[in-house]
């Protein structure tokens, strides 16, 4: 993959009729425009007053709310994350070219919703590197109740399972995306390219 790339990760919301008189995700971009909004980018405000830009994907009864990469406040994930299935990952290569993936649960765990934080891993398992903040994290299995050791664990990319046997009593599945406003280093881990771990590249649709 050459050149420079920018990762984006969206929220699928349910647009309601209720919003607030300031604008603070992107329902209420829906519901306080007079005709159907368009799809496009807008300045939201989150609960400390401060302003971040989003990208609102609008469609016939639902939307998208995608972040940016040079975000740098907390974005208020509770808010603009309504409905909490799945998660959508638009990768943009520096040619101008985007493509999609839809990640979920695994039909096992399809009754569990994701969890989608700034800035911590709360309930799931540690990041690597959470020094290279900002990030936002995707949780897929929760830490509690549940003794991993050998469990199946994995994600829906596109509609398929993508499984692996878990090699310790950790919950293993999460996505994270680094946006490292600092250019700090990585740490003292690597791995090789698995098709697990990179089926959300692989199965992208443009």
């Not at 939307?63 to 808010?79: E, H, W």
């Not at 979920?104 to 990041?127: D, P």
């Not at 903040?133 to 994995?154: C, E, M, R, W």
């Amino acid at each position: 993959m050459a050149g420079k790339t920018l990762l984006q990760l969206c929220f699928w919301i349910v647009l309601a009729r209720f919003c607030h008189t300031t604008l603070q995700t992107c329902t209420d971009v829906s519901c306080s425009a007079s005709c159907p909004p368009s799809s496009g980018t807008y300045t939201l405000t989150n609960a400390n007053s401060d302003s971040f830009t989003v990208y609102c994907l609008f469609e016939s009864g639902y939307g998208y709310t995608f972040i940016a990469a040079n975000t740098s406040v907390d974005p208020n994930l509770a808010k603009l994350f309504t409905e909490k299935t799945e998660v959508l990952i638009r990768h943009k290569l520096q040619n101008g070219s985007q493509y999609d993936a839809t990640a979920a649960q695994i039909s096992k765990y399809s009754s569990e919703n994701l969890g989608v934080l700034y800035n911590s891993s709360t309930g799931y398992n540690n990041l690597v590197n959470d020094h290279m903040t900002p990030y936002l994290y995707v949780g897929f299995v929760p830490k509690a109740g549940v003794n991993h050791s050998k469990d199946i664990q994995g994600w829906k990319v596109q509609g398929t399972d993508y499984n692996f046997t878990n090699c310790d009593a950790n919950p293993n599945s999460y996505f994270t995306l680094l946006y490292n406003s600092q250019n700090e280093a990585y740490g003292n881990y690597s791995h090789a390219k698995t098709d697990l771990l990179h089926v959300w590249y692989d199965m992208r649709a443009k």
